[in-house]
């Protein structure tokens, strides 16, 4: 009987400890495309419809980290241009720069998160977040248009996203 009584409290606890991937991108996103962008990369993880917060919170640091990586391989590969000024070239080293540190330091905070080291995981976090903006900045800081613009506007609110479900986890 104790069982029972044990195992249906769990039951009615159940839906209010595992939020869904919509309920948990509604709570930690400000507008409707953030929203979206935060429903389409998570769902396209196995797992991602049954992991709880935490769950949720290392799979979307691992998506920023993978952007991440995307950003820096992008301007690597731009970086080979042959007709490159030399204030653009600048540029693109800058976001190289940022992004290489950037997801290597997002690696070492997944590992926190999975281990509960919740608060560090979030430091790491904060520490990143910068990156795109850095990027952005470097093109403007040399008054040359940026070639990575959608990709730092994407890994902006992607960021932001994973930084907000990592944050929900010190509630």
Known sequence: ???FALLSTLLLLLPFSIASLEETCRNVTGSEESYNLC?????VVPGSRTAD?????????QLLEANYTQNLDKAKELLKGKSLTPSITKALGVCSNVYESASKRLQIGINKLKSGNIAEAVEDMRAV???????ESAFH????????SKENVDAFTLGNVAFAIVALLQK
């Open 39 to 43: 429903v389409t990369s998570l769902q």
């Open 141 to 148: 800081d040399v008054n040359e248009k940026s070639l990575l």
């Open 53 to 61: 917060t935490k769950g949720l919170a290392v799979i979307a640091t």
């Open 1 to 3: 009987m104790k069982a």
């Open 129 to 135: 977040a910068g990156a795109p903006n850095d990027c």
